[in-house]
Each structure stands twice: as C-alpha cells, then as structure tokens.
C-alpha cells in the first residue's frame, strides 16, 4: 500500500480516487500548509489544478483525488536533490 493510500484510509477518503476532495484534505494528504499549496501551485507546473465551484473569489475549490494521486506517485520517480547532495561526500 502506498504512502499516499494510507493517508487517504486515515482521511476516510474513497481509494477509487473517483472523487473530489477538498483543499484541506489535500493538505493533510501532502503534510503542508494551504499557504505551502499556493506556492507549489505556482513553481509547479505539472500540480494539478483546481477546480472550482463558483464565480465568486471566496467559491469552494477541489482537487480530483486520481489527479493528486498520479502527481504524488510521479515524485516517487524523480530522484531528490539531496540524493545528489549526499552521493558526493
């Protein structure tokens, strides 16, 4: 099971990942602030992007679960900078 399944059993949340879920659960899954989303939101490019429901500022906004889910599994395949750091000493 993956990290990311077992933070979303600990959310209740569906594991058919068929769902939305809202920008607080997506914190929690991540471990970071909304504020942290934000930036990561803006740096990268390859985060999915929100949905939102409503025309006004203050609307609800979501995340496809299956989305959140692909990205968090594509950074398990990207080596870390600090696996590169630490190989050279």
Not at 37 to 57: M, N, R
């Amino acid at each position: 099971m993956s990290c990311f399944d077992q933070l979303c059993t600990s959310l209740s949340i569906n594991r058919t990942y068929k769902m939305l879920i809202k920008i607080n659960d997506v914190c929690r899954i991540l471990k970071i602030s909304r504020n942290t989303l934000y930036q990561l939101q803006k740096k990268d490019s390859s985060f999915p992007k929100p949905i939102k429901f409503g025309e006004k500022k203050q609307a609800r906004i979501f995340y496809r679960a299956d989305e959140i889910h692909t990205w968090v599994m594509s950074l398990n395949s990207i080596p870390s900078e600090m696996e590169f750091n630490n190989e050279g000493k």
